[in-house]
């Protein structure tokens, strides 16, 4: 059994392309450049290198995506490796390594892709979201009532949890949505 599953983040290192097959499939391709962290051997400094990773999405997903994705913006992207070689008419052996896309995660909003300094985080709908909640009063406990007597062996009822806080509704609209 081998296992074919990649997961990378960063950004895009220019605007998808999107085509279609002679069949009428969808294409669409991106590069992503991926930091890797090592240290200078003549310095002894960690220093960024860059690695930079081609995908491609294929279907009714590719031209949705290729609305909402553009040099810059930041993505996560899960999918699994795809090794391609062919000839070229020049008789030059050629191959390429890239990732098939199954799932993308704007991690950038289409505002901060355009302006790369603004470093407010992008919403991320369907995620878990923490929520502020405002403090609580204590709440109050009521008092025995007087024809109940306090028992032995038996307590004050146990206190209430304060009321759940909702979490702010989202502005999410359809056109928003790239699937």
């Given amino acids: 059994m081998s296992i074919n599953r990649v997961n990378i983040s960063g950004n895009l ?13 969808q294409v669409l391709s991106f590069g992503v450049a991926v ?3 090592r ?54 052996r050629r191959s390429k390594l890239e990732v098939v896309v ?17 470093t407010a985080p ?10 502020q909640q405002a403090p609580y009063a204590a709440a109050p406990q009521p008092a025995a009532p007087a024809q109940y007597p306090a028992q032995p062996g038996y307590s004050a009822p146990a206190p209430v949890a304060p009321p759940v806080s909702t979490p702010p509704a989202a502005d ?4 928003d949505i790239p699937f």
Avoid: H, M
């Fill in 13 to 25: 290192t220019r605007d998808p392309e999107l085509r279609s097959t002679g069949g009428g499939t």
């Fill in 35 to 37: 930091n890797d962290r």
């Fill in 39 to 92: 240290r200078n051997q003549q310095t002894g400094e960690w220093e960024d290198v860059p690695n930079f990773v081609d995908c491609v999405v294929f279907g009714a997903r590719a031209e949705p995506l290729s609305r909402y994705l553009s040099k810059g913006s930041k993505v996560a992207i899960e999918g699994k490796l795809r090794y391609s070689s062919w000839e070229t008419k020049e008789g030059q």
């Fill in 102 to 118: 199954d799932e993308v995660e704007f991690l950038s909003s289409r505002n901060q892709a355009a302006a790369p300094q603004q």
């Fill in 122 to 131: 992008a919403p991320q709908y369907g995620a878990p979201q923490q929520v």
């Fill in 172 to 175: 999410v609209y359809d056109e």
